[in-house]
């Protein structure tokens, strides 16, 4: 079993070992991979957040720009932090969005049109790691918890991970809600009803 905390720091250590190409070669193969298995259709809205690529996040702009590109009926979404409470909230990104950087250096719009979480059908989720029961390890501050929990039960929850599932998370907390499936550059883990690997 592993702590949230140990495995976070062991993740990040990880990740900090990878080169700004590997850490672009590896989101492409996730872009690939969503796109093959999860391509979004009409009408539906993609939540996104805006990597820090300075801290070797993965680079969801290759999944932004294609949505923009090939599916122009799919709104893509990305959140602004409130930094009191915890809370985000979620606006429409378009190639025509301005961006300035919050305190922790996170992209995010400015004079954007606001999306309710009702209008959500897939949320793309960073985590730092995650285990074989869909559960994931964050920075700790709660943000995706809190707003997963608003979502409609028909969204889909879709983590975005550059490393294979690590051992169980022992300190699960009661509001921690299952991913429905991580996406990494080798393969997506489901989790839940269809549980299968692929």
Do not use: C
């Amino acid at each position: 079993m592993g702590l949230k905390a140990d495995l976070r720091k062991s993740a990040l250590t990880q990740r900090r070992a990878l080169s700004q190409q590997e850490i672009r070669t590896l989101s492409l193969q996730i872009a690939d991979r969503f796109f093959a298995g999860f391509a979004p259709t009409a009408g539906e809205t993609v939540h996104t957040f805006l990597p820090i690529l300075q801290h070797s996040e993965i680079n969801t702009w290759p999944i932004i720009e294609r949505i923009w590109q090939e599916f122009p009926a799919v709104q893509v979404a990305v959140p602004v932090a409130n930094a009191q409470d915890f809370s985000m909230t979620h606006f429409l990104f378009t190639p025509g969005t301005q961006l300035q950087e919050n305190k922790w250096g996170i992209p995010e719009p400015v004079n954007a049109l606001p999306l309710p979480e009702s209008e959500i059908t897939t949320v793309l989720v960073p985590l730092v790691a995650f285990d074989l029961n869909g559960h994931r390890v964050g920075y700790g501050k709660g943000f995706y918890d809190r707003f997963l929990a608003l979502l409609p039960q028909t969204s889909q929850k879709l983590g975005l991970a550059l490393f294979p599932p690590v051992e169980p998370i022992d300190d699960v907390h009661a509001k921690d809600l299952t991913l429905d499936a991580v996406i990494t550059p080798e393969q997506v883990w489901r989790f839940g009803a269809s549980s299968a690997k692929s």
